[in-house]
């Protein structure tokens, strides 16, 4: 029998998101393995086995939906709050990266009566999924829905039915061994406007085939998952993207935060910390450091609040 330690670690794997289509484009979908990703957010944010799975979920979703975005320059944005002992996850993604940050990197809970981490009980389900979308137009597009399980990609799928009235089948999985992360992936499937009712029976009746993705994909590829799962509905694999954790801070964004405080609280800063400040990015833990005769200048492009 194959236990957790002898699954070998896949820290170096390639990430990758495959966009799909199923039964002659009436469902499209993505298949993301991203067990690189997932490591690196753990590593960054030196995170415990359930805030791993939860932040690595919450990353995978947020990468698929960036991943369906058009436009080069577009982005988004995902905030989930519920309310629960983790805080606020936040995800930021283009078509091919995502970066995120979890309030309490290091919470441990009891496992649920299955053995599973309790993502759903840690998130809570007493809030809201927020959705920003930079599409590089003057305004963003702005979506929030009612969180459901804290589940994350129970969640997900609720935000595409509700917000977007798209029946959508969501998957995410994060697979942990202590501070490993052994595996990590994400299915995502939504019908199109015209699919037909047996093939949405089709999916339902397979849908529990991916309810476990991150331990299916220890053993098998996607290719061959997508083989078993979607035999005979025609499955094709229209594109693949690599998929990277990377945060785009510069020290010119850091500049924009500070000046963004205002004069006052600029002024507040300069006279209390005579050495300058130091900001760490939320996504990467970089730190950028400010000296007092930076801060000056800093003031001086500031307005007033
Ligand atoms: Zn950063």
Redesign the pocket.
């Known amino acids: 029998m194959t236990t957790l330690n002898t699954i070998p670690t896949n820290e170096n794997m390639k990430d990758e998101m495959l966009h799909i289509t199923l039964a002659d484009g009436m469902v499209r979908g993505l298949l993301l393995t991203a067990t690189g990703v997932v490591a690196k957010a753990a590593a960054i944010h030196c995170t415990s086995p359930l805030s791993t799975a939860a932040l690595g979920r919450s990353l995978m979703g947020t990468a698929m939906m960036g991943a369906m975005l058009k436009g080069e320059e577009s982005s988004v944005t995902v905030t989930i709050d519920g309310g629960g002992p983790i805080g606020k996850i936040v995800c930021v993604a283009d078509a091919e990266s995502v ?1 995120g940050c979890v309030d309490v990197p290091n919470l441990i809970m009891p496992l649920r009566p299955d053995g599973k981490l309790s993502v759903g009980m840690a998130v809570g389900k007493d809030g809201r999924m927020s959705v920003v979308k930079d599409l590089g137009m003057a305004r963003p597009y702005v979506g929030q829905t009612q969180l459901i399980s804290g589940e994350i990609a129970e969640d997900f799928a609720n935000y595409y039915m509700q917000s977007e009235q798209t029946p959508t089948l969501q998957s995410l999985g994060v697979l942990v061994n202590g501070e490993n992360v052994l595996s990590a992936g994400g299915v995502l499937l939504q019908v199109m406007p015209g699919c037909t009712d047996d093939i949405i029976d089709q999916l339902e009746l397979r849908s529990p085939l991916m309810y476990d993705i991150s331990r299916e994909l220890c053993y098998e590829s996607m290719e061959d998952l997508m083989a078993r799962w979607f035999d005979g509905l025609k499955p094709v694999i229209l594109e693949r993207k690599p998929l990277s954790y990377r ?3 510069t020290r010119e964004r850091m500049e924009k935060a500070l000046i963004a405080l205002g004069r006052e609280e600029l002024s507040r800063m300069i006279a209390d910390e005579t050495d300058g400040a130091e900001l760490t ?1 939320h ?2 833990k ?1 730190s950028h450091k400010f000296s007092q005769g930076d801060l000056i200048k800093l003031l001086n492009k500031a307005v007033e609040k």
């Open positions: 970066r945060c785009t801070c990015c996504f990467c970089r």
